[in-house]
């Protein structure tokens, strides 16, 4: 059983930067789909940022292309969200998620508040 645990969130100002990291336990994270979601208060969850294992293509929301990178460390176990130039419509809830096979693996998420 995965398990993935998120932090990194928080408060900050319009243009600001935050990295959030998930780490996942249970499983070698170099086999699965993993991605970043997040959902604004009042809206569906959407994704963020994918990294598939099939390919070397990293998939991007185009609201954040350009200003997050999502990073693999597969020795760490590891997935982040390096997030830059960051607006109030990035705030939200951050889920990051995994997939493997059939099945799929959330974690709790970690807010992030956009405000001056």
């Known amino acids: 059983q995965l398990q993935l645990v998120e932090s990194g969130g928080g408060l900050v100002q319009p243009g600001g930067s935050l990295r959030l990291s998930c780490a996942v336990s249970?499983?070698?994270?170099?086999?699965?789909?993993i991605g970043w979601f997040r959902q604004a208060p009042g809206k569906e969850r959407e994704g963020v940022s994918c990294d598939s294992t099939n390919d070397d293509t990293l998939y991007y929301a185009p609201s954040v292309e350009g200003r997050f990178t999502i990073s693999r460390d597969t020795a760490k176990n590891t997935v982040d969200l390096q997030m830059t130039g960051l607006q109030s419509d990035d705030t939200g809830v951050y889920y990051c998620a995994a997939v493997g096979g059939p099945r799929e693996y959330w974690g709790q998420g970690t807010q992030v508040t956009v405000s001056s």
């Open positions: 249970g499983g070698d994270l170099a086999y699965y789909d």
